[in-house]
T-cell receptor, first 112, second 115 residues
Framework: EAQVTQNPRYLITVTGKKLTVTCSQN?????MSWYRQDPGLGLRQIYY???????DKGDVPEGYKVSRKEKRNFPLILESPSPNQTSLYFC???????????FGPGTRLLVL | EDKVVQSPLSLVVHEGDTVTLNCSYE??????LLWYKQEKKAPTFLFML????IEKKSGRLSSILDKKELFSILNITATQTGDSAIYLC???????????????FGRGTQLTVWP
């Protein structure tokens, strides 16, 4: 089954404790992207990747890191999480251009 | 400064009504405009528009792009309660001198359809 998986789905953590949210797709897509969604603000792009070893900043990259060492995986790293990073995070993938993006189920993060 | 502006932000209608959702944009090196529907989970793709004046249609939903006036509309006819969702508009920008794949989303229109 074609899908994008994210783990964990829910996470409660404390300020400053490094965490990684994994994202994996099984569709051999070149394009992958991370978004955060906050009430009233829609989706905002954090980072995206056009292919392996190619990543670029989106709207709100501060406080986040990504890597694309393999085509199928695109982890999101929060080196020192802060409460303003409490949000719902989506990973997505597609062939390029990003037409029919397949979204993962979302990761709900709470930073205390 | 918002590059993609959706209106209205919220809309409540009764089943059977027709609705028009608006999306205006201002980005450099426009490539495409995308519409998504989001219920209580991840967004799902509806349409991609790249050319002016060509209507995309899927059942009761249709969308059109005006590249001269920099906007798009999403029409839903004979609305049903299952159409209740957030509708998101996104614009991909990129091209010569700019990075491809950059997506700008609007804040979404929350549509509620009452029975």
């Amino acid at each position: 089954e074609a899908q994008v998986t994210q783990n964990p789905r829910y996470l409660i953590t404390v300020t400053g404790k490094k965490l990684t949210v994994t994202c994996s797709q099984n569709m051999n897509h070149e394009y992958m992207s991370w978004y955060r969604q906050d009430p009233g603000l829609g989706l905002r792009q954090i980072y995206y990747s056009m292919n392996v070893e190619v990543t670029d900043k989106g709207d709100v990259p501060e406080g986040y890191k990504v890597s694309r060492k393999e085509k199928r995986n695109f982890p999101l790293i929060l080196e020192s999480p802060s409460p303003n990073q409490t949000s719902l995070y989506f990973c997505a993938s597609s062939k390029y251009p990003p037409e029919t993006q397949y979204f993962g189920p979302g990761t709900r993060l709470l930073v205390l | 400064e918002d590059k993609v502006v959706q209106s209205p932000l919220s809309l409540v209608v009764h089943e059977g009504d027709t609705v028009t959702l608006n999306c205006s944009y201002e980005v450099t090196n426009f490539r495409s405009l995308l519409w998504y529907k989001q219920e209580k989970k991840a967004p799902t793709f509806l349409f991609m528009l790249t050319s002016s004046g060509i209507e995309k249609k899927s059942g009761r939903l249709s969308s059109i792009l005006d590249k001269k006036e920099l906007f798009s509309i999403l029409n839903i006819t004979a609305t049903q309660t299952g159409d209740s969702a957030i509708y998101l508009c996104a614009v991909e920008a990129g091209g010569r001198g700019s990075t491809l794949g950059r997506l700008y989303f609007g804040r979404g229109t929350q549509l509620t359809v009452w029975p």
